[in-house]
């Protein structure tokens, strides 16, 4: 069965450090999103992307996050100074459609900002 | 906004039914999802269902969905310890979500030999 492949599964970093989280969508999904789960907390909606561009993003996307189609395969989210707060665990997802089927998700990138 | 909202525990015994529940606010909503996550995995789709319905039955899995109160059950029957898991509801809504999923906090389901 195709899956979306998450690298790394865990990252540690320090606080102001950049760090881009990557993911491998199944191959012919045409939407991609991001998901971050804090510890104890819901899992939150961070940013979609369509046709190479963001399509939608929450309140929590804001100018320190960004997001990229580098070549055709890997979507990756970039952090470009990690707060403590931003310690999460951040999942990649990908649909063919919006709605119906459902997401795919990936195993999940665990950030831990120190 | 829109809200998911579950009860965080549920343990049961091996081979018992479980029923976990979930409650939801945006009435746009079109599809309804039950993931499961199992620890240090992803969250697996388990099943979904179309607002126009009112059950769906997959194998040993059953959703109501009771759509004027806004409420979705997922009925596991004869639950085994490989089920001990978080349960997600989530909704994808087309009101101030735009079509992204909105997901509850996850109910753990302990299964108990």
């Known amino acids: 069965e195709p899956e979306v492949t998450q690298t790394p599964s865990h990252q540690v970093t320090q606080m102001g450090q950049e760090v881009i989280l990557r993911c491998v969508p199944i191959?012919?999904?045409?939407?991609f999103y991001w998901y971050r789960q804090i510890l104890g907390q819901k899992v939150e909606f961070l940013v979609s992307f369509y046709n190479n561009e963001i399509s939608e993003k929450s309140e929590i996307f804001d100018d320190q996050f960004s997001v990229e189609r580098p070549d055709g395969s890997n979507f990756t989210l970039k952090i470009r100074s990690t707060k403590l707060e931003d310690s999460a665990m951040y999942f990649c997802?990908?649909?063919?459609?919006?709605?119906?089927?459902?997401?795919?998700f990936g195993s999940g990138t665990r950030l831990t900002v120190v | 906004g829109e809200d998911v909202e579950q009860s965080l525990f549920l343990s049961v015994r091996e081979g018992d039914s479980s029923v976990i529940n979930c409650t939801y606010t945006?009435?746009?909503?079109?599809?309804l999802y039950w993931y499961k996550q199992e620890p240090g995995a992803g969250l697996q789709l388990l099943t979904y269902?179309?607002?126009?319905?009112d059950m769906k039955q997959d194998q040993r899995l059953t959703v109501l969905l009771n759509k004027k109160d806004k409420h979705l059950s997922l009925r596991i029957a004869d639950t085994q310890t490989g089920d001990s898991a978080i349960y997600f509801c989530a909704e994808i809504g087309y009101g101030g979500s735009q079509g992204n999923l909105i997901f509850g906090k996850g109910t753990k389901l302990s299964v108990k030999p």
């Open positions: 945006d009435s746009s909503s079109t599809y």
């Open positions: 269902i179309f607002s126009n319905m």
């Open positions: 997802a990908s649909s063919q459609d919006r709605g119906r089927g459902g997401y795919t």
């Open positions: 191959s012919n999904h045409l939407y």
